[in-house]
């Protein structure tokens, strides 16, 4: 079975700074979506980042970026430039391309310090 | 505006008294889905529906029920609602095949 890992539980960055957060995961499959959410304290669930596993360059969205390692099943969130409003919890997430069900880690709870 | 709905947003109830939490979505989307998020545990599936009429148990399917009679409409039935049932619940919604799901804005159920 599937599973996603984030081994760290809480994570903290000073505003402006760089912070990476880590996550593995471990699948026999080739073909797969994977993605990090941001949970704020409102509870939504926010899409930040979306990798497809076939597309080797790593994608990013204005502040941030994945470091996506398929051969290391590594998936890291870099956020640069922090700002208080970056604190949440985030979540990583695998998906089997013909499969719907999200798979996730437990979370990592990001703090921003200004 | 596309938009996933879940009704109600809030629930405290006691243990035993039978409950339904909506969800509906504008989007024509053939897939829905419902997890539950507990502390430490991130979101787990329960239950989810690849399109009318078809529905199959995710992780945690014990004590919930769901139906698909439409497409835009997925509830999640809770019979007999126990205590460890509190917890955050998601709706979400996609195209099979497509990369993005849609998250409705969460159901906090607290049974008592």
């Known amino acids: 079975a599937q599973t996603v890992t984030q081994s760290q539980p809480e994570m903290s960055v000073q505003e402006a700074e760089t912070v990476t957060l880590s996550c593995t995961y471990d699948?026999?499959?080739?073909?797969?979506?994977l993605f990090w959410y941001k949970q704020p304290p409102s509870r939504q669930m926010i899409l930040v980042i979306r990798q497809e596993a076939y597309k080797q360059q790593n994608a990013t969205e204005n502040r941030f970026s994945v470091n996506f390692q398929k051969a290391a099943k590594s998936f890291s969130l870099k956020i640069s430039d922090s700002q208080l409003g970056d604190a949440a919890m985030y979540f990583c997430a695998y998906r089997e391309r013909s499969q719907g069900n999200l798979i996730f880690g437990k979370g990592t709870k990001l703090s921003v310090k200004p | 505006e596309a938009q996933v709905t879940q009704n109600p947003r809030y629930l405290i109830t006691v243990t035993g008294k039978k409950l339904t939490v909506t969800c509906s979505q504008n989007m024509n989307h053939e897939y829905m889905s419902w997890y539950r998020q507990d502390p430490g545990l991130g979101l787990r599936q329960i239950y989810y529906s690849m399109n009318v009429e078809v529905t199959d148990k995710g992780d945690v399917p014990e004590g919930y029920k769901v139906s698909r009679k439409e497409k835009r409409n997925f509830p999640l039935i809770l019979e007999s609602p126990s205590p460890n049932q509190t917890s955050l619940y998601f709706c979400a919604t996609g195209v099979l095949g497509q990369e993005t799901q849609y998250f409705g804005p969460g159901t906090r159920l607290l049974v008592l």
């Open positions: 699948t026999s499959e080739s073909d797969y979506y």
